[in-house]
T-cell receptor, first 114, second 117 residues
């Protein structure tokens, strides 16, 4: 089955700096890669996703890049703010058909220091 | 759009009793819902996939007789933890996929904190 590795496990940055979180996946058939933000005591919130036919996607301060050949994808947050502090999870799945379960990375605790 | 709710948000029950958790998609119909559990400082672990009108598919190691799932309508799935024990204490989260499930997109509920005493 799919295996998703996520690094780093913790990341501390100063407000205004950029943060980058990286994930690798093992199943070359995976074609959907979402990123979730989870605040303490809450459910995960989908913040951005990318499909395998696209190399990069941006939404304001958040961007995701995908390298299918190397089987890795990254989350980039620019101009970080204290409210960006949370746990971020990457995930991968094969969308389409009946096998579209998400496999999650272990998460990255991002702390943005004011 | 794509709002998923859960009820209750937290529950405390005694060992040996059963607890039901509801998951609702509020503004879309979900043919498929997923149930996860999450222990402190860990990632989400998929327990089962719930399809409307059919039996749930459980992940390996998840006892289907202990975690009963019913997906009675396109907007409601329930998880019942039967004969709960302290080791069942966890954060239970559901997610729902909007129509056209081939997209793979899942929207998560706010979670239910279960404490078994």
């Amino acid at each position: 089955g799919e295996n998703v590795e996520q690094h780093p496990s913790t990341l501390s940055v100063q407000e205004g700096d950029s943060a980058v979180i990286k994930c690798t996946y093992s199943d070359s058939a995976s074609n959907y890669f979402p990123w979730y933000k989870q605040e303490l005591g809450k459910g995960p919130q989908l913040i951005i996703d990318i499909r395998s036919n696209v190399g990069e996607k941006k939404d304001q301060r958040i961007a995701v890049t995908l390298n299918k050949t190397a089987k890795h994808f990254s989350l980039h947050i620019t101009e970080t703010q204290p409210e960006d502090s949370a746990v971020y999870f990457c995930a991968a799945s094969r969308s389409g058909g009946s096998n579209y379960k998400l496999t999650f990375g272990k998460g990255t605790l991002l702390t943005v220091n004011p | 759009g794509a709002v998923v709710s859960q009820h209750p948000s937290w529950v405390i029950c005694k060992s040996g009793t059963s607890v039901k958790i509801e998951c609702r998609s509020l503004d879309f119909q979900a043919t498929t819902m997923f149930w996860y559990r999450q222990f402190p400082k860990q990632s989400l672990m998929l327990m089962a996939t719930s399809n409307e009108g059919s039996k749930a598919t459980y992940e390996q190691g998840v006892e289907k007789d202990k975690f009963l799932i019913n997906h009675a309508s396109l907007t409601l799935s329930t998880l019942t933890v039967t004969s709960a024990h302290p080791e069942d204490s966890s954060f239970y989260i559901c997610s729902a996929s909007p129509p056209g499930h081939a997209t793979g997109k899942q929207y998560f509920g706010p979670g239910t904190r279960l404490t078994v005493t």
